[in-house]
């Protein structure tokens, strides 16, 4: 087996390596510009959980090793894909034929030329940089001159801000530590609102602060965005909590518990089609050519006889499984083995028919499940109808 197919399939694999020693077992472990090296350690970065990705840069940070600044752009760069960007991933040495950026992210608001710096020792030629975005738009690679973003492995970067505000480009750059993308990575993943992600990644781009309503909106979004986590995970209070319970005595499933059952049942879902997955947030996930995508999400058994177990399905999921050939809803339940499956087409059937929830322009749909005498039924709540799971179990 491959090693990028046992990357694929067993990620656990790898989990006693350390980046420099996946590097070294990449192709024949010379990382140079259009190696296969460079091409199974970018597949490889790919198919890696956030965790990983995060324990790899801290890794480059902590210790030198050969190419570990080429390696520590590669991640950045899978950082930027995981934030929504498209990548395209730079040269790790310079070329006077090619431009010499660490990596170009396209976004729906704009684009980014990316420099990585593992250190902030060093002073950096804005004027190179800036240019880099002047070439990058000339050539087509981008609609427009895009801004400049500097990485850099330390957060005591006090003299490199000095040198940004100094210079006649301070309006042109932006300046974030690595371990602050990884944060905001990690929030990413989070984030079941496509609006609020686009809000979220214009934080990267340079922007004025005299008005700060947008800085505003992005904590009150933050805001919602925890709430509607807080009912994805654990339902419905209204709905699940006797009216005489306090919520001092409410049962909360752990997260990681959650989790857990979630990748059980992905691991079977696509086992069974021979794929492999990748995941682009806590709830969504692709195949490996991108070509079929699932939403998944899990229940634990709520003390009710009528809906014992309740979803909340987001229009950003339904987005997602509709832009791929195929798409499927993946619900589980924490009490029982079996998973099930929905096709969208089938989803967006009755989509009408299901009660949902809206607050200040955001909304969701209510999925309760009700349990038969041999498999589970979904309430499809404004007409009366069930409709049956056992077509979809797995």
């Not at 049962?251 to 059952?261: G, N, Q, Y």
Request: overall charge negative.
């Amino acid at each position: 087996m491959s090693l990028l197919s046992l990357a694929e399939t067993n990620p656990a694999a790898f989990d006693h390596l350390n980046i420099q020693q996946v590097v070294a077992i990449c192709g024949d472990g010379q990382l140079l510009d259009g190696s296969k090296c460079s091409d199974e350690l970018r597949t490889y970065l790919r198919f890696q959980n956030a965790d990983k990705i995060a324990l790899y840069a801290r890794f480059c940070l902590d210790n030198s090793f050969q190419k570990s600044g080429c390696v520590l752009q590669d991640i950045i760069n899978e950082i930027g894909f995981r934030l929504g960007f498209q990548i395209k991933p730079g040269r790790y040495s310079g070329s006077t034929r090619e431009i010499g950026f660490d990596g170009l992210w396209i976004g729906e608001g704009g684009s980014l030329i990316v420099e990585a710096k593992t250190t902030d020792a060093y002073r950096i030629n804005l004027d190179t940089v800036v240019s880099y975005a002047s070439r990058a738009a000339e050539k087509g690679l981008c609609d427009a001159a895009p801004n400049a973003l500097l990485v850099v492995g330390r957060e005591d970067t006090g003299d490199l801000e000095a040198q940004i505000r100094g210079s006649r480009h301070a309006w042109q750059v932006r300046l974030v530590s690595v371990e602050s993308l990884i944060k905001l990575m990690f929030v990413r993943e989070d984030v079941s609102w496509k609006v609020f992600s686009q809000k979220m990644t214009k934080i990267l781009f340079p922007f004025e602060y005299t008005r700060v309503d947008h800085i505003i909106d992005l904590v009150f979004e933050t805001q919602k965005e925890l709430e509607e986590k807080i009912v994805e995970v654990e339902g419905n209070s209204e709905a699940s909590i006797p009216s005489n319970e306090e919520p001092s005595f409410w049962h909360f499933t752990p997260t990681e518990e959650i989790d857990a059952k979630r990748t059980m049942l992905l691991d079977r879902f696509f086992v069974n089609r021979s794929m492999q997955y990748r995941r682009i947030s806590r709830s969504q996930y692709v195949d490996k050519d991108a070509l079929l995508s699932v939403a998944c999400t899990i229940s634990k058994r709520y003390n009710r006889d009528y809906q014992p177990y309740w979803y909340a399905f987001h229009p950003s999921w339904l987005e997602l499984m509709e832009s791929r050939a195929e798409g499927y809803f993946i619900l589980g339940c924490m009490d029982r083995p079996d998973g099930f499956a929905l096709p969208v087409k089938i989803i967006r059937s009755f989509l009408d028919k299901l009660n949902r929830t809206e607050k200040e322009g955001r909304f969701y749909w209510h999925i309760t499940l009700q349990i038969g005498e041999t498999t589970l039924f979904l309430n499809l709540p404004k007409t009366g109808e069930r409709l049956s799971l056992e077509p979809y179990a797995f």
